[in-house]
């Protein structure tokens, strides 16, 4: 109703434990989802970064929408790197990239082509 919240970071009460499953929130556009559609970045031991496919993977994980778009902005704005604690090496970066290349991208029909390069 009166929900007028924009920019409030906690719409949540906190009452105590957790119940059922973790949300997990998109770096790129930090919308939360149980795990629903959610691919998983984990950090190894070796700190470095890459895709785990299979969600389980040890390491410290961080959530993107299965979209280019938050990929996109994930990887620009550096919030992979900033989620994990840890500085993105050049080839993770990369790596990370191609994988975002192949994701659907159901956000913008004409992708714009990233400058630079
Ligand atoms: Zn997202």
Redesign the pocket.
């Known amino acids: 109703m009166a929900n007028n919240a924009l920019a409030s970071g906690s719409a949540v009460k906190r009452s105590g434990k957790p119940r059922h499953v973790p949300q997990r929130t998109?770096?790129?556009?930090?919308?939360t989802s149980a795990k629903r559609g959610?691919v998983r970045v984990v950090r190894g031991a070796d700190g470095r970064v890459s895709v785990d496919p299979t969600g389980k993977a040890n390491g410290r994980g961080a959530y993107?929408?299965a979209?280019q778009?938050?990929w996109d902005?994930?990887l620009k704005r550096g919030r992979i790197g900033q989620s994990l604690h840890v500085t993105l090496t050049e080839e993770d970066r990369l790596s990370l990239a191609a994988y975002a290349a192949r994701l659907a991208n159901d956000d913008e029909e004409a992708a714009g082509t990233p400058d630079g390069r």
Not at 26 to 31: F, I, M, N, T, W
Request: aromatic fraction near 8%; charge should be neutral; glycine fraction near 8%.
């Open positions: 998109c770096v790129g556009c930090h919308s959610f993107l929408c979209t778009a938050c902005v994930a």
